[in-house]
């Protein structure tokens, strides 16, 4: 395939051309979002695949992708989940007990393992006049403090993945977060309230360079763990033990320390790489670390959308949301620690998808 600059000629024709989007004909997971008539290079999270007909990443079985030869594997036949448990169909999860059961199964209030470790240690139903500010909120979209929608400003959350590096730093950040002033000089963006504007990032290592890490935070930005080494496949980082989880994620914190001088206490958030979790594990694992908020999980509850919430109850439930795109999702309660959930938004134009 012939390339310009690293890109795909025919993606950068279809660009030019006015498409939104252009396939990768090398890579069913790669994918162009068309910005301004050039191609940038995005990727579907876990092992979704991009669909050109929907432009959007779907799941395996749904995806239709002819421009990479993507074959969607032909599902295995559905039947209830009390007879699904023992028969091997949509296997995932392991019981105590050895048998295996389909995810949805899990802390669903039926036992289907042998011996109901599906519903052991499972949180329980968020309790409003339990679960209260500052220390608890249910995932839900009511607004905080028995506020109107309308009594609120908007919120706008700004963040960025993967490498810092000081090209960036220099043109993009700088232009985003200052304004020039009529002097021709470079000042901070401001809220309404007066505060500077700033943003998130979630840093991983490989191609960063950790002097605009320190510039960036620095400039009052925040600072969050997004993996050491984010090696493929993507499914490895649902199995990563207690250790290797610290190894890519608290090593971070070390990292930051040693190369861009920020202390190791500042570094309060993280998300997974590719957005794939190890569920349960990997929120107490943070939590052990100090890790106070997480930015990995991805819900379809968008109309309203989710407000950050922490995991003392439960928070996801595949028969009533159809949630956790991306499982093994927490099951277990994690008073405290707080999610701010990822919703993909492409503004494309007048239109967002």
């Not at 963040?159 to 200052?178: P, S």
């Not at 401001?190 to 191609?207: D, Y």
């Not at 590719?274 to 569920?279: C, H, R």
Request: with cysteine.
């Amino acid at each position: 395939m012939s390339k310009r600059l690293g890109v795909p000629l025919t993606a950068e024709l279809e660009c030019r051309e006015g498409a939104n989007f252009s396939s990768d004909a090398n890579d069913c997971q790669h994918f162009y979002i068309c910005d301004h008539g050039w191609p940038k290079l995005s990727r579907c999270a876990s092992d979704s695949i991009w669909s050109p007909a929907h432009s959007r990443c779907l799941n395996k079985f749904e995806a239709v992708n002819e421009v990479c030869g993507y074959q969607p594997p032909v599902p295995l036949p559905t039947v209830p989940i009390e007879e699904a448990s023992l028969v091997g169909i949509d296997e995932e999860w392991q019981c105590d007990s050895g048998e295996l059961i389909p995810y949805k199964g899990v802390c669903d209030g039926y036992p289907h393992c042998q011996d109901e470790s599906d519903e052991s240690n499972c949180a329980a139903e968020c309790d409003a006049q339990r679960c209260r500010l500052p220390n608890c909120k249910c995932a839900d979209s009511e607004v905080p403090g028995g506020l109107l929608p309308a009594e609120i400003p908007q919120l706008v959350l700004i963040g960025w993945d993967e490498a810092l590096r000081v090209e960036d730093y220099n043109h993009l950040y700088q232009q985003i977060f200052k304004k020039i002033t009529a002097q021709r000089r470079r000042e901070p963006r401001l809220n309404p309230n007066g505060c500077p504007a700033v943003g998130t990032f979630f840093v991983s290592h490989q191609f960063t360079d950790y002097a605009a890490v320190q510039a960036i935070y620095a400039e009052g930005n925040e600072i969050a763990a997004h993996s050491i080494s984010k090696t493929l496949p993507s499914a490895r980082w649902a199995t990563l033990t207690e250790r290797e989880l610290a190894d890519e994620y608290s090593a971070q914190r070390v990292l930051f320390r040693q190369l861009s001088s920020i202390p190791g206490e500042k570094i309060r958030g993280l998300r997974s790489a590719y957005l794939q979790t190890a569920g349960s594990n990997f929120i107490e694992f943070a939590q052990k670390e100090g890790f106070a908020w997480d930015s990995s999980y991805a819900t379809p509850r968008n109309d309203p959308p989710l407000w950050p919430y922490t995991f003392d109850f439960k928070t996801f439930d595949y028969k009533r949301w159809g949630d956790c795109p991306v499982p093994p999702c927490p099951t277990t309660p994690a008073n405290g620690f707080w999610e701010v959930s990822y919703l993909r938004r492409i503004f494309l134009r007048d239109k967002v998808q």
